[in-house]
């Protein structure tokens, strides 16, 4: 009995920056839907999370990092409809809420049970890779900033 994964095809969707600030499964214009489609039928959907997910208030800003990107950690839901189930947390904004931001966000991401790579408690954490395990085979995110 041959298994999926031995044909050799696996399908991965690739996207750039997400910065989630409010609800993404409201819209229904059929262009939309069609994204969706694509990223939801992949074995993964890849996607920088280009913010931090902490609730106002959580972690302590920090004051030379720019502009503050956040996501609720609500919205987390609205990115896995989306169809994303790996993202990188390896950029210009990991530390705008400090440690504690960023330990919150990796909480929130692994409750909501999105994969996320390039932060972790540790040096070690953050530079291990996370496994998307599919039918077709196995997919590996490192992220590095």
């Known amino acids: 009995m041959p298994y999926e994964s ?3 095809v696996i399908t991965i969707a690739l996207g750039g920056d997400i910065m989630p600030t409010r609800k993404l499964a409201v819209y229904r214009e059929p262009e939309y ?9 992949a074995d ?3 996607a920088n999370l280009e913010s931090l997910v902490v609730r106002y208030g959580e972690g302590h ?5 720019g502009t503050h990107m956040v996501t609720e950690p609500e919205l987390l839901d609205d990115i896995k409809w989306l169809g994303f ?10 530390f705008n809420f400090g440690e504690e931001g960023l330990l919150l966000q990796n909480k929130y991401l ?6 996320h790579a390039g932060t972790g408690a540790n040096l070690r954490a953050a530079s291990s890779p996370v496994y998307r395990d599919t039918p077709r085979g196995r997919v590996a995110l490192i992220a590095a900033t």
């Not at 800003?61 to 990092?65: E, I, K, M, Q």
């Open 33 to 41: 839907l069609k994204l969706r489609e694509i990223l939801t039928t």
């Open 110 to 115: 692994d409750a909501a049970g999105i994969l």
């Open 61 to 65: 800003p920090s004051v030379r990092t």
């Open 44 to 46: 993964a959907t890849f």
């Open 85 to 94: 189930n790996m993202v990188s947390c390896a950029n210009s904004h990991s």
């Open 6 to 8: 031995d044909r050799g």
